[in-house]
Structures are given as C-alpha cells and as structure tokens.
C-alpha cells in the first residue's frame, strides 16, 4: 500500500513540475484587411525550434516550455509580429500586410541591393513561382513571367535548348544570348551535344534555385561591360538558414502527350489523289495505282506512320532537399531526379542533380561561401530539324501510307528505295542510336571579410566543367546503311569554362540621410571547347557497335579554341533620405578576341531615380505606398564573336611537291572590335492600396553600333570578304508589368499578374551605305524579313495557282520582281498572364503566354502542302481541290510533277506557306491543396501539398503548322514541337 501511495504521490509532483514547466497557448490568427483567420500561419515560440501552424480558421495551439515568454507569427505577404505571452493563456494576433516586401533585397551585379534602391530596369522571379513544375530548365521559368524578356522553345525536345531574347533582337552576326550567371559563374548558353537539342542550362535543378533576377538596361547591367549588351540574368540557389534541419520531398508523375500533330491521308484519300494528279496530267492511271493503290479497292492497305511513330509517353520528376544549421555553419542540400519520355519513340531525357550549398562564419568578420553541384544528363531522340528522311517529323507524316511499317513476323519492313531512300522512319527512330551524355559541375568558392561594418573584401572564383559523349551508331538492319555494314560516330567534347572576381564594397550612412556605396573590383575569365571524333563502318553485327569493331575507320578529328578576358569596374552609389538616388558604374575590358589595336574597350552607366511618395506634396495620399522614377544611360559591349575572326588564319592545302601544305584562308583585321549597344531607359514604379497594386513601366532604346559584318573585298586581294564594324540596329518599346489582388473575402482571394513588351526592331544602316544585302537584311525594315510572292488562290476556271506581279495583277509565273515584303518573322509584343484564386487550402493557378505581330514561313508544307504533286503523303486539307470550272476551293488542280505547262511549280515559295504566327497558349494550370497542418502533423509532417498541373494545354493561333513556339527565325524545317504535360504528385515538408 505504501508503494502505491509514494508512486501515486512522485506521479503528482511529475505533473505538477510538467505543468509549472509547459503551459498551453490558444488562439487566433487574423488579416487586418478582412478580420478573417489566416490558414497556414507560423506560430513559433521564440529562441526554440517548436512551433505550428494555424488550421483553416487561423485558430492554433502551442505548448510553451517555462522560460519562453514570446511567440513569432509570420505568413508570407503579412508583416510578422512577436507577443509576449506574461500571464495570457488565450493570444489573438491582427497582422498587417507586409507594404515593406519592396526593402526586398535582389540581385545585382557583384553584390545585394534593395529594390527601393535601384535605378536600373530590373525584374525578378522568385523560386516559388516555379517550384514543382516539371520543367527541365530555369530559363523556362522566365517565359511570360518577366516584361521584356522573350522565352521561346527552339525544340520541344525533353531537355531541349530555348531562345531568350532580352529586348529584342541586337545583333546580326554576334550572339544575341544574355550573360547567365550562376552563383557568381559565368555560364554560356547553348547546348553542350550535337545530338538533338540539349540544354547547358538545364544541370541546374529549378527547385534549387531562390531566385531569378534579369538585368535590361545599361545602368543595371553595365558592370559586366563587354558582355552585357544582351542583358544578364543572375540566378542564385538556395541556401540554409539557422535553425533545426527542414526536410522537403516532391513526387509527381504523369503522361507526355503529342501537341496537335498534322492530320494527313489515309491509304484511300492519296491513291484517289495521286489518280487524279496522274491523270490531269495525262499520265495513265495505272500508274498512279501501281504505287500508290486503287482508291476503289475496299482491301487497300491502310497504315498509320504517324501513330506508329507519334504516342504518349511518361514523367516523372523527384526531389529532396534538406537544409538548416547553427550560428557557424549553415547547409543546404538537395539531390533529384527527372524522368521523362517525348511524343516520338525512343526520344527520351534523363537528368539526376546533387547540390551542396554551405556557408560558413570562422568568426564575426570572415564568411566563407561554396556551392557545389553535380549534374547528369542524358538524352536520346529523334532528330531536330534533321534531314527530310530520317527525321519523324517529316517522314513520319510523308510516308506513304498503303506502305506496310513490319514484316507479318513482326520485323521492320524495308521502305520502297523510290521515296524517302528507302529508310523506314519507325524503324530508324527505334534502332538509330542517338545519344548523349554530359557530366557538368557549377561550382565556386567565395570569401567575404569585413573589416569595419562599412568596408569588406570579397574573393570569388568559378568552374563550369562539362564532359559530352555523343554516339550516332546506324545499324546495318536498316536498309540505307545495310550496305556498309552499319557506321558509327562517336565525338567527347570537354568545355571548361573558368572565372574570378575580387572586390571592395563600401557601404555608410552619414548623418542620417546620405549613404555612400561603391564597389572596386578586377575579374579574369577564360573559357577553352576542346573536341575529338572518330567514326567507322562495316560491323559484324549490329550488336558490336563500338569502333574498335569497325572492320573500316573512315575518320578522326580534333579541334581546341580559347578565349580570355580580364576586366576592372567601379560602381559608385549616392541616396539622399531614400528619395533621391543616383548610380555611377564604369568598367574597362580586355578581350582576346578583337584585333591588337583595338582589344580594350570602356564601358558605363548613370542613372538617377526619385521617390515622389517621399515627398511632402503627397503625404496625405494615403492610398499610395510607393512612388518612384527612374532615369537611366548607358554603353555595353557583346564581345560573342568567333574567337579567332580578328586574326589572319591559315589551314591546310593538301599536298604540295609532296609534302603538307598550309594556305592563308582568312585576312585578318587587327581593327576589329566590339560591338555596342546604347540604351536609354525611363521608368516609373508604383505601389498602392496596401500592396494590393503593384506596377512598373519602362520606356526604353536600345541602339547597336559598330555591328559585325563580312564586307566584299575586290577579287584581285586574294580573299572574298573581311570581317569588319560597320551597320546599326535600333530595338525601342515599352515594359508594362503590374500585379493586383483583386477581392479578398473571408477564405477567398484573387490575384493576377500581367506582363507585356511592345517593341519595335529596325536596320538604321549597313556597310558602304548600302541599303539591303538581297532581302535577308534591309535597312528601313526589321530584322529577319520575310520577302515572297502573293498567292492569291486557285482561278475557279481552270484550276490553276494563282500568284500577284509586281503591278498587283493575277499570273501563273513567279518572276524574281514580285517578291515583295510582307513582314518579319520577330514578334511586335509577347506577354503573359496568371490569375491564382485561393479558397482556405485550395488554390488554382491559370497562366497564359503569347507573342504577336510576327509572321511565321512553314517550311513542312513544301512536302505535305502540294497537292498530290509529288511522292509524299499529303495533309487531309489538300483533299479540297479543284475539280470542274466553277469550284471555289482553297488548292489547285493535281498535277503529278507539280508544275503545269506555263505556270509555276505547286512547291513554289509563296505566301502559300506563310501565316500568321501570333499565338496565345494556355500555359499552365495547377490545382492544389494544402491539407491542413493539424491533420498532416498527426502523422509527422509538418506541411503536406497534393496536387495536379498541366503544361501547353491549349493553344490559340492562326499558325499552319503543328507548334508556333518552335517556329523558330530560320530553319523551321521538321522541328521538334513542344509536347502536352499533365502530372499529379504530392511535396510534404518536414
């Protein structure tokens, strides 16, 4: 009996310490705006890691361990608030909207800055925008996101290249690409394999990544001088913060879908077709039957090349991170995974990515930063703009339908050798081996010290390595290469990209209202593309593929090029009681590229900005936060030309007197330097209503100089043409961004984001005052023109094509004098548009993007648009062709050989192939709920979100081919279009 009374009375003096050491705090968690619970809120009790989240009504509970005496609310667009507890056991909070998000720091150049301070046109996009999404790259991240920033597909290929243009179009024969920048790494675009379309950009992992800043004009971009003529995008990863370890996981998977592929004849459409096209012609109909079937014959063999070809196919995306530390040392890690398959057999992509970000404080005055990543990719597909037999996006629609895909055993059949070379296009998308693989780090080391709290010394050095291996291995199971046995090429290239900055920062405020800061630094960079190949036929068996089976070596070969850079900078800022500020940069470059005389080139910026809310004349505007102009000038270089175009080069002439021979191929230019780009920019920022508006215009000119060409040399001098500058360009528009929340009642809100960029591109002159080089470039007109002939329908009396002279008068013959200008193939505006609508926990976002004004030459339609004048299969709208005089219809009468005595051939270029290429695309939907924390908490999460997102779900165009996107300046020959992307898939928090 004692035993049981002493433990009953040690159970009461446990309770009684338990409850004099813990008590439980209640409450509510509400906006000021509306008087309603906030769902989702941090309560943490201050100094310790415990902590909740408020459940729908904003309602939580906490137990709070004795000596804690403050609780913090936080909930992001909300300020955050501490409350002492004292003898409270019930707390109720009101938090107000967080007006102050524009202090935000972002970005820019070597070094942090607050958005209020900045003078420069500059926009960002923040992680979270496009965490979860099952993209490849971060630069699809930007596409309608940022005002005067073009993000355009060059091939929907999984882990496919992209173009981004920042305002405009610069240049003619130098690069057009921005500077991008990865945690301080210079990393060039492009793809690293010459297999398909891969993405360099795409090593990094878009959910490690915090933020995305883009730099546009001169004053903000001016401190990276001789490559900043086309804009910088900087992206910063994530990195940890003090705090016991957070674990996140992401999972989703779902299904790739074709994107509105071409509908073309079945066996029955083109034999009737290809009757009458033979006939017309006065060819025997026989003939036409004895190719291509009798379209009466109910047994006609109906075979579907495009659904052999074309079809569904999975995705999956995973991903972990894990992040936190102590006082010292900080971490971030995370590693993940993509699967993904593509609308076209055998094309798939594979990417697995691992990051360590770690930051470490030896004591109060050194920081040591480092970033390490390791990226592997590998792609295999089809081929992109390829060749018109082996690619899937021209055989595959071409291909003769009464043609059989197998044998009856099951095996490929050989394609008849009278079209298409005989190649089977699903037989050589299955067996052709295209693959690539490429091993990348970006990686750096940063050393920041501080040697008063307004003066540090920051050191900084880079690596982007890459390793490539390509393999194109054609067995000798496909009948093209059955002769030779089959061949393979295998190629490694080795890019290793390499640069380092140290600088001084200065940053002090003096009595209260002025602040001085500034930036001295001195950077070095070098980047080497090494590559070797080799290749053979003739092997034993299509197995054995390697070259070292190759009964015959056809070739090898190697190559290495270099450049190096060295620049010093300055930035010099001055702010007058955070109303007035005014920025000064200047930086001076050296480049290995451009001729001895002239290697050195100096670049600058100013820019002012003025806060109007600041002052006294509108204090009683209460409804305005935030009112700020800015005025910026400024000179870039681009220094993107080939690395030896300024020097005199020799290469190889074969033999001579028996012996090898070099022979001068190019005459150098020792005068040759960069090109430039002035910009001029004014623009106005704005808050309003609490946050509830926010905007930014800017009203910006862009002009190139000393730009890039090859001018004609007389023949006497040996050499056709030299590189020189000489030509302007002029790209001028407006940015218009503004975000809204536009209702907010109880658990409901709406909010929208909208983003357009009207600009205009134009040639002001060209070398010797010429004023066109034929009609690819015009001065007077926009880059990339698009000079052709009227087509202007099918006469109903005689079926023949239709085409407008030069006087505007109907003819049948194209002569050189009609061809006239009817556009550019550059949009007028692009933009984009996202409206997220909230309900307690659940949330859909819808985004929109487009692009207008820009003409769009289809290229596939030369094949598939000819009505039945040549051996391929046609689209099903050919099938509406003139029959009888009278008829009214959209295609000529069929004529095998496509060209009619007198008359033009049906393939001729035209406006035929030409179209509008405007289009609006249905981006993005996602549809999610975040279950409530008191459920998930139960089993040990602390956040859980499931849910459902779909990319390119619908598109609205005028455009004649199958992706508009893709229809890229140039080749648009069988180009890889975008696919459809639907997933579903749950991220959980720890």
């Given at each position: 009996m004692r035993k049981v009374l002493l433990l009953g009375l040690m159970l009461f003096i446990a309770s009684a310490v338990a409850f004099a050491q813990n008590r439980v705090i209640t409450g509510t968690v509400t906006s000021v705006e509306d008087n309603m619970g906030v769902p989702g809120a941090t309560v943490l009790v201050k100094g310790t890691t415990i902590g909740t989240a408020t459940d729908l009504d904003g309602k939580y509970s906490i137990s709070v361990?004795?000596?804690?005496?403050?609780?913090?609310?936080?909930?992001?667009?909300?300020?955050?608030?501490?409350?002492?507890?004292?003898?409270?056991?019930?707390?109720?909070?009101?938090?107000?909207?967080?007006?102050?998000?524009?202090?935000?720091?972002?970005?820019?150049?070597?070094?942090?800055?607050?958005?209020?301070?900045?003078?420069?046109?500059?926009?960002?996009?923040?992680?979270?925008?496009?965490?979860?999404?099952?993209?490849?790259s971060f630069d699809r991240a930007m596409q309608g996101r940022i005002a005067g920033v073009q993000v355009t597909s060059t091939s929907g290929q999984p882990g496919g290249a992209l173009n981004v243009r920042i305002r405009g179009v610069g240049s003619v024969n130098a690069g057009n690409d921005p500077l991008y920048i990865i945690d301080g790494v210079q990393v060039p675009a492009g793809g690293l394999s010459g297999q398909g379309s891969q993405n360099a950009l795409a090593s990094i992992n878009p959910n490690d990544i915090q933020s995305i800043e883009v730099l546009k004009d001169a004053a903000a971009g001016a401190i990276y001088g001789a490559q900043a003529a086309n804009g910088v995008v900087i992206i910063t990863t994530r990195r940890g913060t003090k705090g016991s370890t957070k674990v996140r996981l992401s999972a989703q998977t779902g299904v790739v879908k074709p994107l509105g592929l071409y509908e073309v004849m079945n066996s029955q459409q083109l034999a009737g077709l290809k009757r009458d096209a033979f006939v017309n012609s006065g060819r025997p109909a026989i003939n036409a039957a004895n190719v291509y079937g009798n379209p009466e014959d109910p047994n006609l063999p109906n075979n579907s090349w495009v659904d052999a070809t074309f079809g569904d196919d999975r995705l999956s995306v995973y991903d972990i991170s894990l992040?936190?530390?102590?006082?010292?040392?900080?971490?971030?890690?995370?590693?993940?995974?993509?699967?993904?398959g593509s609308q076209v057999i055998k094309s798939d992509y594979e990417r697995a990515t691992t990051r360590l970000n770690l930051t470490h404080r030896p004591n109060k005055k050194l920081t040591v930063n480092t970033t390490l990543s390791l990226a592997y990719q590998k792609s295999n597909g089809a081929i992109d703009r390829g060749n018109f037999v082996n690619s899937p996006f021209q055989a595959g629609f071409t291909a003769r339908p009464n043609v059989p895909i197998y044998n009856e055993d099951g095996t490929f059949r050989d394609y008849p050798s009278d079209h298409l070379f005989g190649y089977n296009i699903v037989q050589g998308a299955a067996q052709e081996l295209r693959l690539a693989n490429t091993v990348q780090t970006v990686s750096n080391i940063q050393l920041n010290y501080q040697f008063t709290p307004w003066l540090s010394f920051t050191s900084f050095a880079g690596l982007d390595f890459a390793d490539n291996r390509d393999e194109n291995n054609r067995p000798s199971t496909i009948a093209a290469f059955r002769a030779a046995g089959g061949n393979s090429t295998n190629t490694d290239r080795?890019?290793?990209?390499?640069?380092?900055?140290?600088?001084?920062?200065?940053?002090?405020?003096?009595?209260?209202?002025?602040?001085?800061?500034?930036?001295?630094?001195?950077?070095?960079?070098?980047?080497?593309?090494?590559?070797?190949?080799?290749?053979?036929?003739?092997?034993?068996?299509?197995?054995?593929?390697?070259?070292?089976?190759?009964?015959?070596?056809?070739?090898?070969?190697?190559?290495?090029?270099?450049?190096?850079?060295?620049?010093?900078?300055?930035?010099?800022?001055?702010?007058?009681?955070?109303?007035?500020?005014?920025?000064?940069?200047?930086?001076?470059?050296?480049?290995?590229?451009?001729?001895?005389?002239?290697?050195?080139?100096?670049?600058?910026?100013?820019?002012?900005?003025?806060?109007?809310?600041?002052?006294?004349?509108?204090?009683?505007?209460?409804?305005?936060?935030?009112?700020?102009?800015?005025?910026?000038?400024?000179?870039?270089?681009?220094?993107?030309?080939?690395?030896?175009?300024?020097?005199?080069?020799?290469?190889?002439?074969?033999?001579?007197?028996?012996?090898?021979?070099?022979?001068l191929n190019q005459l150098g230019n020792n005068l040759l330097t960069w090109e430039e780009a002035e910009t001029f920019n004014i623009g106005v920022d704005a808050t309003m209503f609490n946050g509830r508006i926010i905007t930014t215009v800017d009203f910006w000119r862009k002009n190139s100089s000393n730009l890039l060409f090859n001018t004609p040399l007389p023949?006497?001098?040996?050499?056709?043409?030299?590189?020189?500058?000489?030509?302007?360009?002029?790209?001028?528009?407006?940015?218009?961004?503004?975000?809204t929340v536009n209702i907010t009642a109880g658990k409901f809100q709406w909010s929208t984001a909208f983003n357009v960029t009207v600009l205009e591109n134009e040639v002001i002159s060209l070398f010797g005052g010429e004023e066109r080089i034929g009609n690819t470039i015009v001065v007077g007109q926009p880059l990339f023109p698009i000079y052709t002939t009227p087509y202007a329908g099918v006469n109903p009396a005689n079926g023949r094509p239709m085409y407008l002279n030069e006087n505007n008068e109907y003819t049948y013959t194209i002569r050189d004098a009609d061809v006239r200008y009817q556009g550019s193939a550059l949009p007028t505006s692009y933009g984009g548009l996202s409206n997220t609508f909230?309900?307690?926990?659940?949330?859909?976002?819808?985004?929109?993007?487009?692009?207008?004004?820009?003409?769009?030459f289809n290229s596939d339609l030369f094949n598939l648009a000819s009505t039945g004048s040549g051996p391929n299969n046609q689209l099903v709208n050919q099938l509406n062709y003139w029959k009888q005089p009278g008829d009214v219809v959209s295609n000529p009468m069929p004529?095998?050989?496509?060209?009619?005595?007198?008359?033009?051939?049906?393939?001729?270029?035209?406006?035929?192939?030409?179209?509008?290429?405007?289009?609006?695309?249905?981006?993005?939907?996602?549809?999610?709920?975040?279950?409530?924390?008191?459920?998930?908490?139960?089993?040990?999460?602390?956040q859980a979100n499931v849910f459902v997102q779909g990319l390119n779900m619908a598109t609205f165009t005028k455009y004649n081919g199958i992706d508009p996107e893709v229809n890229s300046i140039g080749n648009t020959f069988a180009a890889f279009p975008n696919s459809q992307q639907i997933t579903a898939g749950v991220s959980l928090s720890f």
């Amino acid at each position: 009996m004692r035993k049981v009374l002493l433990l009953g009375l040690m159970l009461f003096i446990a309770s009684a310490v338990a409850f004099a050491q813990n008590r439980v705090i209640t409450g509510t968690v509400t906006s000021v705006e509306d008087n309603m619970g906030v769902p989702g809120a941090t309560v943490l009790v201050k100094g310790t890691t415990i902590g909740t989240a408020t459940d729908l009504d904003g309602k939580y509970s906490i137990s709070v361990p004795a000596g804690s005496n403050v609780l913090v609310f936080t909930f992001v667009g909300l300020t955050t608030r501490e409350v002492t507890i004292g003898n409270q056991t019930t707390i109720n909070v009101a938090l107000q909207p967080d007006v102050q998000a524009l202090s935000e720091f972002v970005v820019t150049s070597y070094g942090d800055q607050s958005k209020r301070e900045i003078t420069g046109a500059i926009s960002s996009v923040k992680g979270e925008v496009f965490q979860d999404l099952p993209m490849q790259s971060f630069d699809r991240a930007m596409q309608g996101r940022i005002a005067g920033v073009q993000v355009t597909s060059t091939s929907g290929q999984p882990g496919g290249a992209l173009n981004v243009r920042i305002r405009g179009v610069g240049s003619v024969n130098a690069g057009n690409d921005p500077l991008y920048i990865i945690d301080g790494v210079q990393v060039p675009a492009g793809g690293l394999s010459g297999q398909g379309s891969q993405n360099a950009l795409a090593s990094i992992n878009p959910n490690d990544i915090q933020s995305i800043e883009v730099l546009k004009d001169a004053a903000a971009g001016a401190i990276y001088g001789a490559q900043a003529a086309n804009g910088v995008v900087i992206i910063t990863t994530r990195r940890g913060t003090k705090g016991s370890t957070k674990v996140r996981l992401s999972a989703q998977t779902g299904v790739v879908k074709p994107l509105g592929l071409y509908e073309v004849m079945n066996s029955q459409q083109l034999a009737g077709l290809k009757r009458d096209a033979f006939v017309n012609s006065g060819r025997p109909a026989i003939n036409a039957a004895n190719v291509y079937g009798n379209p009466e014959d109910p047994n006609l063999p109906n075979n579907s090349w495009v659904d052999a070809t074309f079809g569904d196919d999975r995705l999956s995306v995973y991903d972990i991170s894990l992040s936190g530390g102590d006082d010292k040392t900080t971490f971030f890690l995370s590693g993940s995974y993509t699967d993904q398959g593509s609308q076209v057999i055998k094309s798939d992509y594979e990417r697995a990515t691992t990051r360590l970000n770690l930051t470490h404080r030896p004591n109060k005055k050194l920081t040591v930063n480092t970033t390490l990543s390791l990226a592997y990719q590998k792609s295999n597909g089809a081929i992109d703009r390829g060749n018109f037999v082996n690619s899937p996006f021209q055989a595959g629609f071409t291909a003769r339908p009464n043609v059989p895909i197998y044998n009856e055993d099951g095996t490929f059949r050989d394609y008849p050798s009278d079209h298409l070379f005989g190649y089977n296009i699903v037989q050589g998308a299955a067996q052709e081996l295209r693959l690539a693989n490429t091993v990348q780090t970006v990686s750096n080391i940063q050393l920041n010290y501080q040697f008063t709290p307004w003066l540090s010394f920051t050191s900084f050095a880079g690596l982007d390595f890459a390793d490539n291996r390509d393999e194109n291995n054609r067995p000798s199971t496909i009948a093209a290469f059955r002769a030779a046995g089959g061949n393979s090429t295998n190629t490694d290239r080795r890019n290793v990209n390499f640069n380092t900055n140290h600088n001084f920062n200065f940053n002090k405020k003096f009595a209260d209202k002025h602040t001085v800061s500034g930036i001295l630094g001195y950077e070095y960079k070098t980047e080497s593309r090494e590559l070797t190949f080799a290749q053979g036929q003739g092997f034993a068996n299509p197995i054995l593929r390697y070259l070292n089976n190759a009964a015959t070596p056809l070739s090898v070969g190697s190559s290495f090029t270099q450049f190096k850079r060295l620049g010093v900078f300055g930035q010099a800022k001055y702010d007058y009681n955070d109303t007035y500020t005014a920025d000064f940069t200047l930086r001076r470059d050296g480049h290995s590229r451009f001729g001895s005389d002239v290697r050195f080139g100096t670049f600058g910026a100013v820019s002012v900005g003025w806060r109007l809310s600041s002052m006294q004349f509108l204090q009683n505007a209460t409804w305005l936060d935030n009112l700020r102009l800015r005025a910026s000038y400024g000179v870039t270089g681009n220094s993107e030309i080939p690395n030896f175009a300024s020097q005199t080069l020799v290469a190889s002439a074969g033999q001579y007197g028996g012996s090898p021979s070099l022979a001068l191929n190019q005459l150098g230019n020792n005068l040759l330097t960069w090109e430039e780009a002035e910009t001029f920019n004014i623009g106005v920022d704005a808050t309003m209503f609490n946050g509830r508006i926010i905007t930014t215009v800017d009203f910006w000119r862009k002009n190139s100089s000393n730009l890039l060409f090859n001018t004609p040399l007389p023949i006497d001098s040996g050499f056709g043409s030299i590189t020189q500058n000489t030509g302007e360009l002029r790209n001028q528009g407006i940015d218009f961004d503004i975000q809204t929340v536009n209702i907010t009642a109880g658990k409901f809100q709406w909010s929208t984001a909208f983003n357009v960029t009207v600009l205009e591109n134009e040639v002001i002159s060209l070398f010797g005052g010429e004023e066109r080089i034929g009609n690819t470039i015009v001065v007077g007109q926009p880059l990339f023109p698009i000079y052709t002939t009227p087509y202007a329908g099918v006469n109903p009396a005689n079926g023949r094509p239709m085409y407008l002279n030069e006087n505007n008068e109907y003819t049948y013959t194209i002569r050189d004098a009609d061809v006239r200008y009817q556009g550019s193939a550059l949009p007028t505006s692009y933009g984009g548009l996202s409206n997220t609508f909230t309900y307690g926990g659940l949330s859909l976002e819808v985004f929109f993007q487009g692009q207008f004004g820009n003409k769009a030459f289809n290229s596939d339609l030369f094949n598939l648009a000819s009505t039945g004048s040549g051996p391929n299969n046609q689209l099903v709208n050919q099938l509406n062709y003139w029959k009888q005089p009278g008829d009214v219809v959209s295609n000529p009468m069929p004529w095998e050989s496509g060209a009619r005595p007198g008359g033009s051939s049906y393939t001729a270029t035209s406006t035929r192939q030409l179209s509008d290429g405007s289009y609006i695309r249905l981006k993005q939907v996602t549809l999610s709920y975040a279950i409530p924390p008191v459920v998930s908490q139960r089993i040990g999460v602390a956040q859980a979100n499931v849910f459902v997102q779909g990319l390119n779900m619908a598109t609205f165009t005028k455009y004649n081919g199958i992706d508009p996107e893709v229809n890229s300046i140039g080749n648009t020959f069988a180009a890889f279009p975008n696919s459809q992307q639907i997933t579903a898939g749950v991220s959980l928090s720890f």
